[in-house]
């Protein structure tokens, strides 16, 4: 697949940047520097290290194409067959690579679940998920591997820009639930040990396609 000049920098910047991984993500929160930070030119490579930094795998898309393309390949090499996804659009973009596979439906027994979400949070590597979204309130916890597909325009810088943007397009009618999910799950109560995927997903993939969101 060709790549324009412009895509390949992006993805040379974003491989650089996963090659020097912050250990953590607001080392200096609690001194006597501010919190927030400059706002980054390119919010792929912010998301792409913030996120990484915090045990998410990111996966940039050129298009939907090889979205589906990078897709089917994680599948194949996990040897997954049991996926559920409950968005008709996501599933369009997964049949690109696989025309004739039947999606799962039962999350207790699924191997990962697909979702889209809300936005996609640059500064601190946070995935921005509702209930409005296609796969409700459970999809996105219940399953033991995350993979959230999200398009460029999906990125913003805070959390304060996301229920901006959230607020302006819905108004007063928001959804029931808005979820902030940072990272794979993971608890350090049981004797002060790191644990990851004890209340949810042990694993969280976010493959960002470099394209807008195809609106409903």
């Keep these: 697949m060709n790549v324009s000049p412009s895509k390949e920098n992006i993805l040379k910047r974003i491989r650089k940047a996963l090659s020097h991984p912050t250990p953590l993500p607001f080392p200096q929160s609690e001194g006597n520097y501010p919190v927030m930070q400059t706002q980054s030119d390119d919010l792929a490579v912010e998301f792409a290290q913030r996120f990484s930094a915090l045990q998410g795998k990111f996966v940039f898309c050129s298009d939907a194409v090889d979205c589906a393309t990078q897709l089917k390949g994680?599948?194949?090499?996990?040897?997954?067959?049991?996926?559920?996804?409950?968005?008709n659009a996501l599933q369009e973009v997964i049949g690109l690579a696989l025309p004739s596979f039947t999606f799962h439906d039962d999350l207790s027994s699924s191997d990962s679940a697909v979702t889209g979400c809300e936005f996609l949070v640059s500064r601190t590597g946070t995935i921005v998920l509702s209930s409005s979204d296609a796969g409700g309130r459970t999809?996105?916890?219940?399953?033991?591997?995350?993979?959230?597909?999200?398009?460029?325009?999906?990125?913003?810088?805070?959390?304060?820009?996301?229920?901006?943007?959230?607020?302006?397009?819905?108004?007063?009618?928001?959804?029931?639930?808005?979820?902030?999910?940072?990272?794979?799950?993971?608890?350090a109560d049981i004797e002060k040990t790191l644990v990851v995927g004890v209340h949810g997903p042990g694993e969280v993939f976010v493959f960002l396609v470099d394209a807008p969101k195809v609106k409903d």
């Design 74 to 87: 994680l599948f194949e090499s996990r040897g997954w067959d049991k996926i559920v996804c409950r968005d």
């Design 139 to 187: 999809t996105s916890v219940y399953s033991p591997v995350h993979i959230c597909i999200a398009f460029s325009d999906q990125l913003v810088y805070d959390i304060k820009d996301a229920l901006s943007n959230m607020k302006e397009r819905c108004g007063n009618r928001l959804p029931s639930m808005i979820s902030f999910a940072t990272g794979p799950s993971r608890t």
